[in-house]
Structures are given as C-alpha cells and as structure tokens.
C-alpha cells in the first residue's frame, strides 16, 4: 500500500467515526429534547402521537378535583382560547393553585386526557413560566401582569414585602459582668 492510499485510508476513517459519533449524539439529544405546547396546540392536533411534551397553561378555576383516598388530581389547564384536562397521580407542588400558571411534563392519552407525571407551579405572585406568559402573549396580548394578577394591598396598592423587627434593647456593653 502506497503511503497516499494510507492517507486516504486513514482519512476516510477518521470522516466515518465522526459521522457515527455525531449521529449517536444527534439521537441521543432528540430522546432528551422536550417539546412545549399550549392547549391551543394541542386542540389543533400540533402534538406528536405517543411522545413526552410539556404543557403549560392556567389551571381553571373550579377544576381541580382529588379522587377521594388516593393520589390522583384532575385538573384542566386553559390558554383562555382551549382547554385540555390533565389527570396527575402524585404530591402536587405547594405553590399548585387554580388560576396559576403551571407547566405539567408528560404524555396525551387517546381520549384527549393529559396524563402528566410531573408538575410545575409557579414560585411566587408575579412569576409565570417563560413558555406560558409568552404562549399567552402570542395568542391573546396579554402582559404577565394581566394573565396573573398579584394579590394587591389595601386600596389596590401593591403587596409590601415583610419588615425585620426593630430591637429596642439596648446594645451590651463590653467587660460588663467580668
């Protein structure tokens, strides 16, 4: 074998392990990739058949029904344009309430149902998740204020954050008592 034919020898297998290499990545990032949807897509039939996506949404208010004994909640979360209900067997976060943004993580079942194994609630009264406020935003032109209002004070002004007591004691003294 002539040194060029090693070359292109050595070339060309260089070229097709790094294609295989980028090939087994490529799929590997596809299984790991999750898609998010809003109700308004997943009514339109936009949602692949049989694969794990997020929904994300407003949980509407008055749906939230637990099967009395057992871990499962209903629920339907909405865009204000579709609804799609969700069935969720598990501990719901703390901060889960109707008329909250959440995102659920999971699969649609053949009768149209969510079936989610993992949910997503907000963090505190201002914040919605990015994909919900912009999925609303592109749909209806609502702002993050309008689609979660924050719980307002006394007169509609805005809630005032907690305050550190004030000590009235007064500072001791170095050497006292020694």
Request: aromatic content about 6%.
């Amino acid at each position: 074998m002539t040194p060029r034919r090693r070359r292109m020898t050595l070339v060309i297998a260089i070229l097709a392990g790094v294609s295989i290499a980028g090939a087994l990545a490529l799929s590997a990032f596809r299984r790991n990739v999750t898609f998010f949807f809003d109700p308004t897509q997943v009514a339109a039939g936009q949602v692949p058949v049989g694969e794990r996506f997020r929904l994300g949404g407003m949980v509407t208010e008055g749906s939230l029904r637990r099967a009395p004994g057992s871990l499962e909640v209903r629920f339907v979360v909405t865009d204000y344009s579709h609804d799609v209900p969700v069935s969720y067997t598990g501990v719901l976060p703390d901060l889960f309430r109707e008329g909250a943004g959440v995102v659920a993580h999971g699969r649609l079942a053949p009768n149209g149902t969510f079936v989610a194994d993992e949910v997503l609630a907000k963090h505190d009264e201002k914040y919605m998740p990015p994909e919900v406020a912009r999925s609303l935003k592109r749909r209806h032109g609502e702002s993050r204020q309008e689609a979660t209002p924050a719980a307002a004070g006394p007169q509609g002004a805005p809630p005032q954050p907690p305050q550190a007591p004030v000590s009235t004691a007064a500072p001791p003294t170095a050497g006292a008592g020694s």
